[in-house]
């Protein structure tokens, strides 16, 4: 069953421009994770965030964590027309399941 | 490249054929996933293997049977799809499963089943 959920479910920007996404869950998570995928490709893993940690940075990648609200966003800064994507964020169930739990994605669509 | 790779890339079936597809992995993991990817649907996890064994079926119909022979392989071998079961299936990897693993992706085979 679905855990994350995406906002928005599409978003159109232009290039050098900040992107920002957010995903919600719904149960106590140990970790959330980010991944992006290329069109019709797989995901790759961008940043995992920690239940203890509030904030993280990865190049232009910046992914905050408030666990009372249950949600996290990710904000990529400068965008560029080769960050095009789907954007995903993905949780454990805490207690529950071992495995990540996807949601349905953030197009995400940079204009040059 | 992400070290999983998927064969086929594209598969055309009939509801009748027989078909397989391949994963391989060669980052030395442990544990390997197969997820069906459905348009504007959340990546739904299918199985799960642990050192070669199911640890997870996720209410999968039996016209979809995985194989793992060993912790490098992994098989979807697939029967009697019906045209509902069109989508990208991706296969992933990661050191063990679950909690705090980075899962590395394959870049998936698209099926369509006529």
């Known amino acids: 069953s679905q855990q994350g959920e995406e906002d928005p479910q599409a978003l159109s920007i232009q290039e050098g421009e900040n992107a920002t996404m957010n995903c919600s869950y719904k149960?106590?998570?140990?970790?959330l994770q980010w991944y992006r995928q290329n069109s019709g490709r797989g995901l790759v893993h961008l940043i995992l965030?920690?239940?203890?940690?509030r904030e993280k940075h990865s190049g232009r990648l910046r992914v905050t964590l408030d666990t009372s609200k249950k949600s996290s966003s990710l904000l990529i800064t400068a965008s560029r027309a080769a960050d095009t994507a789907s954007y995903f964020c993905?949780?454990?169930?805490?207690?529950?399941?071992?495995?990540?739990?996807f949601g349905a994605g953030t197009r995400l669509t940079v204009k040059p | 490249e992400t070290g999983v790779t998927q064969t086929p890339r594209h598969l055309v079936m009939g509801m009748t054929n027989k078909k397989s597809l391949k994963c391989e992995q060669h980052l030395g993991h442990n544990a390997m996933y197969w997820y069906k990817q459905s348009a504007k649907k959340p990546l739904e996890l299918m199985f799960v293997y642990n050192f070669k064994e199911q640890t997870e079926n996720n209410s999968v119909p039996s016209r979809f049977s995985p194989e793992c022979p060993n912790s490098s392989h992994l098989f979807l071998h697939l029967h009697t799809l019906q045209p509902e079961d069109s989508a990208l299936y991706l296969c992933a990897s990661s050191r063990s499963p679950g909690l705090a693993q980075t899962q590395y992706f394959g870049p998936g085979t698209r099926l369509l089943v006529l």
């Open positions: 993905a949780t454990d169930v805490k207690g529950i399941s071992n495995d990540m739990r």
């Open positions: 149960t106590s998570i140990n970790n």
């Open positions: 965030i920690r239940s203890n940690e």
